[in-house]
């Protein structure tokens, strides 16, 4: 007879602590200004506080399918919410940059062991028909809270300083921690597993390199053409492709069997042309809307989150449609609506209403709602069990990787669409020849993504429910 939890408490363990880690990914984003000032430092240096976020996430994850089998639940949960806690408080009360910045790089490792535990702790503890509406509310984290960080914090540095960001999180990682410990469970089998070191230090340095390279490349003046982008880049797929190969041993790192499984693999597609297109949209749009459109920051925030919070309410819907009716039947529909709001989106102009913005804003983030959580779900229950930790784990590695390039490549997509422009231009330094500039970039980007949600479109079509895996010799 299968144990029963305590799914519930669980559940809001997990979600309190997810929504503090994911929010503080995104929160110092609109308070990089305001830190140079703080801490007399450039906008490179400033960079750093979320590139170090992300390159600690990107580096630490890929080991987490490994360390879910060799240590409990609970000791993975205590170590993941302390480092959060701990972060949070360091960052509450950083003196100087350097200490806001190992302040960052705890957060980051707490939420790179949380995040991958979330999906593990949930494939177990729910059956196969109740975990729609379950991974409906992790994925309510993992995009309401980065979307709301910029809203909440741009209204925090509006009346008070940057460290109440901090302050305000502090209790709620708290009662999380709190709660967690004493409702969570060890739902999984701890196995003695050998660690492959020439694996770990190529995973390292190939995610590594990939995540701050791409990232690097958004950021840096000379973008792609960078001799240090350009190295990184090349050395992580080199460490990568030799990462692969060395996965065929007994004991991987990183079991890629999991690409054995079709079902798998069309989720693991359609989630990451969700997070691409998320990314890509949180980064594109503000520009928009401040450059171009000539908005407040704080605005500009408020614009997105109506869209943040419907998104969050159609995954918990969505979660619960997919349990009923399986993936296609919420998935396709969810695929045409983004596919017809990304067209909307191409032909946004500066005088376009902020109205019409939102109302085209949250329709997307319905879509995507639509898609991301029965992708996510159907992908990891066509696994054989043993493999829901090396899932997790493949499937939150794709996700640092592909949101670090995705939001890279938007940015020079807009960049090079406002130099075509301006190259044109008979007075390219007049405000509405820069607004009509980063139009044209933002155009050219939402076109690149409705050319992919058109593939993604293609591909969905052959999604069905998969089967759940009860047994180990399935796997065999």
């Excluded at 340095?205 to 995540?211: A, L, P, T």
């Excluded at 297109?277 to 450059?291: A, D, E, G, K, W």
């Amino acid at each position: 007879m299968k144990k029963q939890y305590n799914t519930r408490a669980i559940l809001i363990a997990l979600l309190l602590c997810g929504f503090v880690g994911m929010f503080s990914e995104t929160s110092l984003n609109i308070a990089i200004t305001n830190l140079m000032e703080v801490f007399e430092i450039n906008a490179a240096t400033a960079q750093w506080l979320t590139t170090g976020y992300l390159l600690t996430l990107g580096i630490l994850v890929p080991f987490t399918g490994l360390l879910l089998q060799m240590y409990t639940t609970r000791q993975l949960f205590i170590v993941a919410t302390a480092s959060l806690t701990l972060g949070i408080f360091l960052a509450a009360i950083s003196i100087n940059f350097e200490m806001l910045m190992f302040a960052r790089v705890l957060q980051a490792g707490g939420m790179g062991l949380l995040l991958p535990l979330m999906f593990n702790t949930v494939l177990v503890i729910f059956p196969p028909e109740k975990r729609g509406l379950a991974m409906g509310y992790i994925g309510l984290v993992l995009s309401f809270a980065p979307a709301m960080g910029p809203a909440i914090s741009g209204m925090i540095l509006q009346y008070l300083s940057w460290q109440f960001i901090f302050w305000l999180l502090l209790p709620v990682i708290i009662i999380g921690m709190v709660f967690g410990v004493k409702n969570l469970e060890n739902v999984t089998e701890v196995r003695k597993q050998r660690i492959d070191f020439l694996s770990a230090i190529l995973s390292t340095i190939g995610f590594g390199s990939i995540v701050f390279g791409f990232s690097h490349a958004g950021e840096a003046g000379e973008g792609w053409s960078s001799p240090l982008v350009l190295t990184l880049i090349i050395i992580g797929v080199i460490a990568l492709t030799l990462f692969v190969f060395r996965q065929n041993n007994d004991q991987p790192l990183l079991n890629l069997r999991v690409f054995k499984y079709p079902m798998f693999v069309i989720g693991v597609f359609l989630v990451m042309m969700c997070m691409v297109i998320n990314m890509s949209t949180m980064i594109v749009l503000p520009m928009f809307l401040q450059t171009g459109a000539g908005l407040s920051v704080l605005v500009t925030g408020l614009i997105l989150l109506p869209g943040s919070a419907l998104n969050g309410v159609i995954q918990m819907i969505a979660g619960r449609l997919f349990d009923r009716y399986g993936p296609k039947w919420v998935i396709i529909p969810g695929l045409v609506i983004v596919m017809l709001v990304l067209w909307f989106f191409t032909s946004l102009t500066p005088a376009s209403s902020v109205g019409l913005i939102i109302a085209l804003y949250m329709i997307l983030m319905g879509g995507i709602a639509l898609i991301w959580p029965a992708s996510q779900t159907n992908a990891l229950n066509q696994l054989p069990s043993e493999l829901y930790p090396h899932g997790s784990a493949v499937l939150n590695t794709l996700m640092q990787v592909i949101g670090a390039i995705g939001t890279a490549v938007a940015i020079s997509i807009v960049s090079g669409g406002m130099n075509q422009y301006l190259a044109t231009s008979s007075t390219p330094t007049m405000p509405d020849e820069i607004a009509n500039a980063i139009t044209v970039g933002a155009q050219n980007v939402f076109w690149t993504l409705m050319t992919i949600s058109v593939i993604g479109f293609i591909i969905g079509l052959f999604m069905r429910r998969s089967n759940y895996r009860k047994e180990s010799k399935e796997h065999a």
